[in-house]
């Protein structure tokens, strides 16, 4: 359900987000912040007559409001030859409208004291404001046009797609920890569409034309596909009046049909060896393990989950400690399982080793460590600190407006429930040690994991700039 610390960075290089990842944890270590964390308020939920569903949570300590609109429409539902194309609609969602001129969306909102961004997931594409809780109905307004109405001209998308091609060679082709990465998951998977990077293969992108943007847009943004999730200072029935106003008198559209999509059987280790600039080699250990489906009765997800808290949900989890502190064969070292998702979940072991030391040693020590797990379990003590950091990080978590809406629609767009986010806190209360080792015999084994390698290579004299908006810019 979260993905952590420097994993997280790596991991955004699967999708391309300007804030935190999805059910993203940050360390708590606050009490007093905790304590004021809201437990979970009530939300509501409304579905109008052409299929779009409203999802309200009020939060009234400031009064402001965030409001999302998320498409279940990402990476995943791109087809060969075509990837990229979500992450290009994503940008091309901000040329405008008959109404709303190219880039007046964000100068509407600016203009009226709020701020807005957009992200393309794997599994979505989401649109979010945050704005005086006032200001909704502009919010709501704005996104019910370029639903409908979006004008993509093939001026503004040869300009555009040039900017996204800049995004992923800055974001992609000059990191080697994002190639890493992109080449392993590439490895990992044969036919599942996770196998493709959100921002698409560069050859893809040169080839891709404003009727393919146009032609995604026609048959994935329709109000039937579409959530909107609401968070802040705000009265349910009168956000549900406002959508019913606004995106209210949209068509549905025809949806296609989604074809389930299972990913057949790893037969046997898999390695990989990644060469490009970098000042240090890499290690990436992934490993394939099940996607939560049932959150009332499924345990092993929740156990994975924290198996990978064991390993690296805090400072002195088991990795950090061993292979950073105590051997010192580590500048860095973590775990990562993400549990919600459309697709195959993963479990991942990750290392930079320290100057002298090199991949071939860290992936020995690793092993080392799942080898403990394995054979010696984990102590009820260490479970039990594990589990209270990592249930105090989540209700910290939702300390954060944003937060909540992200989470409320990670969940739903991963055909889960939002009602289950108490369940889930329980869920992880309830791991016993035995479940913990249980997995790890289970999952963490050669015949179902991918090692990826980071061979550095000398550096370019000079780093190119970024693009222009930074690193994280999103369109
Ligand atoms: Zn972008």
């Known amino acids: 359900m979260k993905i952590r610390n420097d994993i997280a960075a790596l991991l955004l290089a699967l999708g391309l987000s300007s804030s935190a990842p999805l059910l993203a944890a940050t360390a708590a270590t606050d009490a007093s912040t ?63 409208t008959r109404d709303v001129g190219p880039g007046q969306f964000s100068r509407l909102v600016a203009a009226a004291g709020g701020r807005d961004n957009a992200f393309t997931s794997r599994d979505a594409t989401a649109y979010f404001q945050t704005l005086q809780k006032s200001e909704l109905p502009l919010a709501l307004k704005l996104e019910a046009d370029r639903m409908a109405n979006l004008i993509l001209s093939a001026d503004e998308f040869k300009r555009e ?72 200072d705000v009265q349910p029935d009168e956000v549900f009046g406002l959508a019913k106003k606004y995106f209210g008198p949209l068509k549905p559209r025809a949806l296609p049909e989604r074809k389930p999509q299972v990913e057949p059987v790893q037969r046997g280790i898999q390695r990989i060896t990644v060469k490009a600039p970098a000042e240090l080699p890499n290690l990436v250990m992934t490993y394939r ?28 989890a088991r990795l950090n400690r061993s292979l950073v502190r105590d051997q010192r064969i580590a500048s860095s070292a973590g775990a990562g399982y993400d549990s919600v998702g459309r697709g195959p979940a993963l479990f991942q072991l990750f290392a930079t080793p320290t100057p002298g030391k090199n991949a071939a040693e860290l992936e020995q020590a690793l092993r080392r460590e799942i080898r403990s797990v394995v054979d010696k379990g984990v102590s009820a003590e260490e479970l039990e600190r594990v589990k209270a950091q990592s249930v105090a990080s989540h209700v910290y978590e939702r300390d954060s407006m944003m937060f909540q809406a992200r989470q409320i629609g990670g969940l739903e767009i991963a055909g889960l429930s939002h009602r289950h986010i108490d369940l889930f806190l329980e869920k992880l209360k309830a791991v016993t040690p035995e479940q913990v080792q249980a997995v790890a015999t289970k999952y963490l084994v050669d015949d179902g994991l991918t090692v990826a390698y980071l061979d550095p290579q000398p550096l370019p004299a000079e780093r190119p700039a970024p693009p222009p908006g930074g690193p994280d810019h999103v369109r």
């Open 289 to 316: 393990t099940p996607a939560l489906q049932d959150p009332e009765h499924d345990w092993e997800p929740y156990a994975l989950d924290v198996l990978s808290d064991v390993l690296s949900g805090n400072e002195a």
């Open 161 to 232: 797609i040039q900017v996204v091609m800049e995004e992923r060679r800055w974001r992609v082709e000059d990191q080697a920890r994002s190639l890493l990465v992109e080449q392993m998951m590439a490895t990992v998977l044969k036919a599942h569409p996770y196998r493709q990077p959100v921002i698409g293969w560069m050859n893809d992108l040169q080839n891709m034309s404003v009727e393919d943007a146009r032609a995604f847009y026609q048959r994935w943004y329709g109000p039937n596909n579409a959530l909107l999730v609401v968070v802040g």
């Open 34 to 96: 905790v304590a004021t964390a809201p437990r979970s308020a009530q939300t509501s939920e409304y579905a109008l007559d052409n299929g779009m569903r409203v999802i309200v949570k009020p939060d009234h300590r400031a009064p402001v409001v965030v409001s999302m609109v998320w498409y279940r429409v990402g990476s995943v539902d791109e087809v060969t030859g075509h990837t990229g194309v979500a992450h290009v609609l994503e940008h091309m969602m901000f040329k405008g």
